[in-house]
């Protein structure tokens, strides 16, 4: 599977973000999916999971309330809106596919990733 991210940019504390991932390949409901992100300096953390059907989700922590995941598997395509944003969501957002039925909570089974964009939270 291809993804393909978007949506990244710059915006103020406060304001909202929506980040598409688009997949081409493999039949796209076969995947566990993923949003991921890295600061500089930092590892790359789990921001949010959604199962194949997804009728399961996961957050991390920090973004419980703020954030929600999303898939459409008629348009092979995996959404994370972002509110509330806050200068620590600053990062590259990256999506990634695990095989279904993967921990998907887990980084290290996520075998597929896009490439990054670019979120800019300025204080």
């Known amino acids: 599977v291809q993804l393909q991210a978007s949506g990244g940019g710059s915006v103020q504390a406060g304001g909202s973000l929506r980040l598409s991932c688009a997949a081409s390949?493999?039949?796209?409901?076969?995947?566990?999916l993923g949003w991921f992100r890295q600061a500089p300096g930092k590892e790359r953390e789990i921001v949010a999971a959604v199962r194949w059907s997804g009728g399961s989700t996961y957050y991390a922590d920090s973004v419980k309330g703020r954030f929600t995941i999303s898939r459409d598997n008629a348009k092979n395509t995996v959404y994370l809106q972002m509110n509330s944003l806050k200068p620590e969501d600053t990062a590259v957002y990256y999506c990634?596919?695990?095989?279904?039925?993967?921990?998907?909570?887990?980084?290290?089974?996520?075998?597929?990733w896009g490439q990054g964009t670019l979120v800019t939270v300025s204080s």
């Open positions: 990634a596919a695990a095989l279904r039925g993967s921990y998907y909570t887990e980084v290290r089974y996520y075998a597929y």
């Open positions: 390949g493999r039949t796209f409901s076969s995947y566990e």
